[in-house]
Structure formats: C-alpha cells, structure tokens
C-alpha cells in the first residue's frame, strides 16, 4: 500500500500545486482498497470539497498515472476505469457482473516477480495483474 506523502510528492516534482482538493484525492486513493473509479472519487469528496471539479480528479489521476504512482485497471464491463494506488505486484479479481474489483493474496506473486526480474533485466516499477470473472455473491444469479 502507498502512503498519502507518496503521492503528494510526487505531483510536487511533477510541478502541481498541492491544494486541499489534491490532497484529498491522494489521501484517498491511498486509504482505499475499492478500486474507485474517477467518478466515485469525485461524488465521495464533492460533499467536503464544494470546489471540487471532476477535472481536477481527472488531471490529478492522470498525472499521477503518468508518474507509474497509480494503475489504471481498465474497465470491468462497466465502462469505467478503475484506480488502485498499490502499484506492488498483486492479484486483482474483477467481477464482470457487480463490477467489484478486490484484491487477492498469494504468495507465488513475490515469486513471479522475482522471475520477471531475473529473467528480464528490467528495472521493474510494478505491476498490473487483472482476473475476471463472477464473484460468489454474483454466481447463484448467473451461469455462464
Ligand atoms: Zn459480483
């Protein structure tokens, strides 16, 4: 998981003013594990931050994307990007059906990264693993 300062700084270096309403946006796409979309970000902070505009989310997250601080998970059928601040090699689960993207622990992961490394000579940043399919909730409802 990344920390708050992480993010900061880096839109620091990268030249960004750090208002209130970009601190929000990194304090919580570093405290959140639900994998929100740009709009989510913006309807949660909106009610604190009246000055908010879906703009600065976006610029925001796109500066920080750019950085390698934060993936781009992609849509998971509905239409929506997702971003998750963790950028360290780990599993993410994707259900097509609730849109719920969670994270998964397993300890092979750590081991594969190592083998990326080994084998590729690449100063490696992080990584972007997406699974996909139904969630237990969502399986009694529809089969596939
Ligand atoms: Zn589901």
Redesign the pocket.
């Known amino acids: 998981m990344k920390n708050t300062n992480e993010l900061t700084s880096a839109l620091k270096q990268a030249g960004l003013r750090l208002t209130p309403q970009r601190l929000a946006i990194c304090r919580f796409l570093a405290e959140s594990k639900d994998h929100p979309t740009a709009a989510m970000i913006y309807e949660h902070l909106r009610p604190q931050y009246p000055s908010l505009s879906a703009m600065t989310v976006y610029n925001t997250l796109n500066t920080l994307v750019e950085l390698g601080k934060v993936n781009v998970l992609g849509d998971c059928g509905d239409d929506h990007a997702h971003y998750d601040a963790d950028t360290s090699p780990h599993i993410n689960l994707a259900?097509i059906?609730?849109?719920?993207i969670v994270d998964i622990a397993i300890p092979q992961v750590e081991e594969l990264d190592r083998e990326v490394n080994r084998a590729s000579g690449y100063q490696l940043l992080g990584a972007r693993m997406m699974y996909y399919g139904?969630?237990p909730?969502?399986q009694p409802s529809k089969v596939l």
């Open positions: 259900c059906s609730c849109h719920r139904l969630c909730a969502c």
